[in-house]
């Protein structure tokens, strides 16, 4: 996900690296920070790819700073893994939610729709974090009150996003 935030990123246009990483960081939140090791390895794999151009400009100070943007292959990966997002990038919430960011960057309605479905699709099966056997255990099914908390949590913000894809997808 953190290469598709790159990609989403400099699809909007050229940044420096510590502009990506603020704007990475923001969309990530703190749940999951990104540090230096691992935003400029990913960048420096899209650039060998040819995914990114890199361009050396002189510093506020004796610092040089680098410049990243999307070539056209760059876009067209983006574009590719946007509308082949499937598995836990549908499932996932921060992954899905790093597709959904940057999901307009598809040129086709018709592709962000499918991305859409395959969301709804699985936010629609009976899903808890917690079970019995087999069976997923409900709110009603448990006396912890935290349990419980989180449980009544994951429903309604289910019920609120299934909500939003249906209205988008009408």
């Known amino acids: 996900m953190l290469e598709l935030a790159i990609l989403g990123f400099l699809a909007e246009g050229p940044l420096h690296g510590y502009q990506l990483r603020h704007r990475i960081a923001h969309l990530s939140g703190h749940a999951r920070p990104v540090s230096d090791g691992s935003l400029y390895p990913a960048i420096n794999r899209l650039v060998r ?5 890199r361009r050396t400009e002189p510093g506020t100070s004796a610092a040089q700073r680098h410049t990243l943007s999307l070539t056209d292959t760059g876009r067209r990966e983006l574009v590719r893994r946007l509308r082949d997002a499937n598995g836990l990038d ?8 790093t597709v959904l960011a940057f999901l307009s960057q598809l040129p086709d309605t018709t592709d962000q729709h499918a991305v859409l479905r395959r969301r709804l699709e699985f936010l629609e099966q009976p899903a808890s974090f ?3 056997g087999d069976r997923p255990l409900r709110t009603d099914d448990t006396d912890d009150p935290y349990r419980r908390g989180m449980l009544t949590i994951a429903r309604a913000t289910s019920r609120a996003e299934r909500s939003w894809l249906r209205e988008v997808l009408a």
Request: charged fraction near 25%.
């Open 90 to 97: 549908i499932t996932d919430s921060t992954r899905y939610f």
């Open 49 to 53: 790819a040819g995914l990114l151009d």
């Open 130 to 132: 917690f079970h019995d």
